[in-house]
T-cell receptor
Framework: NAGVTQTPKFRVLKTGQSMTLLCAQD?????MYWYRQDPGMGLRLIHY???????AKGEVPDGYNVSRLKKQNFLLGLESAAPSQTSVYFC????????????FGEGSRLTVL | DAKTTQPPSMDCAEGRAANLPCNHS???????VYWYRQIHSQGPQYIIH???NNETNEMASLIITEDRKSSTLILPHATLRDTAVYYC????????????????FGQGTILTVHP
């Protein structure tokens, strides 16, 4: 049982390049989330999904897009990367409605030069 | 979500109990107290949560005062692997809309377990 798996774990991009982070969960959870964590800023919610085929904006959605075509996968896309998007990105999932028990992945460290 | 206050750091000897306090004097009647931890370079890990009664699971115990203005997370037999940042978070149940997934992590307490 892998839980929440993120790929890739590390990536270096040049400004303007695009990329996609993949999050996969094997717990049959309905809810999935993408966060970014920056020093002194805590965790900030980028986008979330409450079920297959649905997505919604979180606190800091600008510059990111997401898709949830399959229940187990939640993709985070950067269309045109900027240095301000240098961060550690965490994916998480949860089961019931509004539960605060989230299961996090190991993180993806992204550097934009 | 109401604010929490935690000491910035604590030390604990391996094998001893670690008692991590959290103040939440402005907690609302239906806000739950959640505890997460984050080991260096890893994703946050859920530990335990409670409303008003004390709770225990395989990882820890949560003691909430009767007035709910403070709580203590207890790791009964700390190990070196428990060295991490511990976060006390308040959250409404069934939080919807933009509160989905919103966990306001403060600065937390850096717990260092010594041999």
């Amino acid at each position: 049982n892998a839980g929440v798996t993120q790929t890739p774990k590390f990536r270096v991009l040049k400004t303007g390049q695009s990329m996609t982070l993949l999050c996969a969960q094997d717990m049959n959870h309905e809810y999935m989330y993408w966060y970014r964590q920056d020093p002194g800023m805590g965790l900030r919610l980028i986008h979330y999904s409450v079920g297959e085929g649905t997505t919604a904006k979180g606190e800091v959605p600008d510059g990111y897009n997401v898709s949830r075509l399959k229940k187990q996968n939640f993709l985070l896309g950067l269309e045109s990367a900027a240095p301000s998007q240098t961060s550690v990105y965490f994916c998480a999932s949860s089961a019931g409605q509004g539960t605060g028990e989230l299961f996090f992945g190991e993180g993806s460290r992204l550097t934009v030069l | 979500d109401a604010k929490t206050t935690q000491p910035p750091s604590m030390d604990c000897a391996e094998g001893r109990a670690a008692n991590l306090p959290c103040n939440h004097s402005t907690i609302s009647g239906n806000e739950y107290v959640y505890w997460y931890r984050q080991i260096h370079s890893q994703g946050p890990q859920y530990i335990i949560h409670g409303l008003k009664n004390n709770e225990t699971n395989e990882m820890a115990s949560l003691i909430i005062t009767e007035d709910r203005k403070s709580s203590t997370l207890i790791l009964p037999h700390a190990t070196l692997r428990d060295t991490a940042v511990y976060y006390c978070i308040l959250r409404y149940p069934n939080a919807g809309g933009t509160s989905y997934g919103k966990l306001t992590f403060g600065q937390g307490t850096i717990l260092t377990v010594h041999p």
